[in-house]
C-alpha cells in the first residue's frame, strides 16, 4: 500500500429551520427554511462552510464553526446541531463533508448575520425551496453589462446590489442538498443519510462518527497557528455480507491502495461487486472518521453491507461465519443490526468520488 495522500478536508452544512407559512394552516405540510449565505464578491449565494482547521476537533466541529462564522450575528451564543451526513466526498487530495443542522432562530430576532458583514461574508437568510429555486444559477447567468456598470461603486457596492437585483447560487449545492431535504420532508421526515453520532454512544450501532485522538497541547498550539489542516488520510472500507439462504456473514477490509489512481467509492463498489448479483440489497451502514494524536494524519472508514440470496456464485477465498462466529464486537453488532432491519441505513450514494448535481 502506498503512503497516504495529503488532503485538503471541507465541511458544509444544509440548516434547517421548520416554521409555518403564513397562509398555511395547523394541519398542512410544514414549510421548511433554509440558512443562505451571501459571501464577498466575487461570490455569489451558497452553504455556510470551508476548509477544516487543526483548531477543529472534528468535521462535525467545523461545520458547526463556519456556520457560526459565516451565517451568524456577532457574538451569537446559540449553536447549530449537525444531526446528519448527506454525502462523503472524496476524490484525490480532497475531501468534503456535507452535514444536515438544525437551528433554532426567534422569528422577532434573528440570529443571523445582516449587511454589510464582515470579512466573511456579508449576510445570511431564511429561505424556503421556492425561493432557492429563484435564484440565478451561479454568475454566468447574470448580464455583463449589469456587472460592469455597477463595478463603479466597488466591490462590496456591487455584491450587495446583485444580492438584490440578481442574486445568484455560487454551486449546486444548495439546489442539491435542500432538494433532499424537501424530499425527505415529503417521506414524513425520514432524513438522507447518516445520523451523527457521538463516540462511545452504546445504543447506536449504525450512523456517521467523529472523534479525534487526544492530543499534546504544545503540539496542538503550533498546529493551529498553521490555520487549515491538510491530513495524511487512510481511507478503509470494512465490507459485512449477509447470505439470506445460508445466515452466513462474510467479513472484507481493504485500504485504498493507490489514491491517485483509486477513490474509496471505486474501493467500496469493486469489494461489493465480489458479493452483489440482481436483486441484491446494498447500503451503507456507518462511517469511522478518526484523527490521529500527531495531528496530521486521520482514517477514514466506511462500512458498505449488501444482502444477497446466495453465496454459490461468489470467489472460493471469501470466509463465512455465523453470526455466533463472529468475534469483533462491532461486527456482531452490525451483523444483529442487518438481521433485524430497519436500522440506521444510509443510500451507497452518500458516498461519491464527485462532487455531483442532482437537482
Known amino acids: 500500500m502506498m503512503p497516504p495522500l495529503p488532503s485538503n478536508a471541507f465541511s458544509l452544512a444544509a440548516i434547517v429551520r421548520s416554521s409555518k407559512s403564513q397562509n398555511q394552516s395547523q394541519h398542512q405540510e410544514k414549510e421548511q427554511q433554509y440558512v443562505l449565505v451571501h459571501e464577498r ?15 477543529d476537533s472534528t468535521p462535525v466541529d467545523a461545520a458547526v464553526r463556519e456556520t457560526i462564522e459565516e451565517a451568524a450575528l456577532p457574538h451569537c451564543k446559540n449553536l447549530p446541531v449537525m444531526t446528519h451526513l448527506l454525502s462523503l466526498e472524496q476524490s484525490p487530495g480532497r475531501i468534503r463533508f456535507i452535514f444536515r443542522g438544525e437551528w433554532c432562530d426567534d422569528v422577532e430576532q434573528s440570529i443571523l448575520k445582516c449587511p454589510p458583514g464582515d470579512d466573511d461574508s456579508i449576510e445570511a437568510k ?20 449589469q456587472w460592469l456598470d455597477d463595478s463603479r461603486d466597488g466591490p462590496h457596492q456591487l455584491s450587495s446590489r446583485t444580492s438584490v437585483n440578481h442574486p445568484w447560487l455560487r454551486g449546486h449545492e ?8 424537501e424530499q425527505s420532508l415529503k ?15 452504546e445504543d447506536e450501532v449504525g450512523g456517521a462518527f467523529f ?27 470494512h465490507l459485512i455480507a449477509y447470505d439470506s439462504e445460508n445466515k452466513q456473514f462474510a467479513l472484507v477490509t481493504k485500504y485504498v491502495g493507490n489514491q491517485n489512481e483509486e477513490t474509496l467509492r471505486q474501493l467500496a463498489d469493486e469489494m461489493l461487486s465480489q458479493f452483489t448479483s ?5 447500503g451503507l451502514l456507518r462511517v469511522e472518521y478518526v ?23 461468489f470467489q472460493n477465498d471469501v470466509k463465512w461465519f455465523s453470526k455466533d462466529e463472529l468475534v469483533d464486537s462491532l461486527d456482531q453488532q452490525l451483523a444483529a443490526q442487518l438481521l433485524a432491519g430497519g436500522g440506521n441505513f444510509a443510500d451507497l450514494n452518500i458516498l461519491r468520488d464527485t462532487e455531483r448535481e442532482m437537482y
Open 174 to 181: 444548495p439546489l442539491t442538498f435542500f432538494g433532499m431535504l
Open 126 to 145: 431564511w429561505v424556503t425551496w421556492d425561493e432557492v429555486n429563484n435564484f440565478k444559477r451561479r454568475r454566468k447567468h447574470i448580464p455583463r453589462e
Open 291 to 313: 484523527a490521529h494524536e500527531n495531528g496530521r494524519e486521520a482514517t477514514l472508514t466506511v462500512f458498505p453491507y449488501a444482502i444477497t440470496s446466495s453465496n454459490h456464485e
Open 211 to 237: 472523534s479525534r485522538q487526544s492530543i499534546d497541547n504544545e503540539v496542538l498550539k503550533t498546529l493551529t497557528i498553521q490555520g487549515r489542516a491538510v491530513y495524511l488520510i487512510h481511507l478503509k472500507c
Open 278 to 282: 440482481l436483486g441484491s440489497e446494498t
Open 187 to 201: 417521506q414524513n421526515n425520514n432524513f438522507p443519510g447518516l445520523k451523527v453520532c457521538q463516540v462511545g454512544e
Open 41 to 55: 464578491f466575487p461570490r455569489g449565494w451558497w452553504l455556510p462552510g470551508g476548509g477544516i482547521e487543526h483548531k
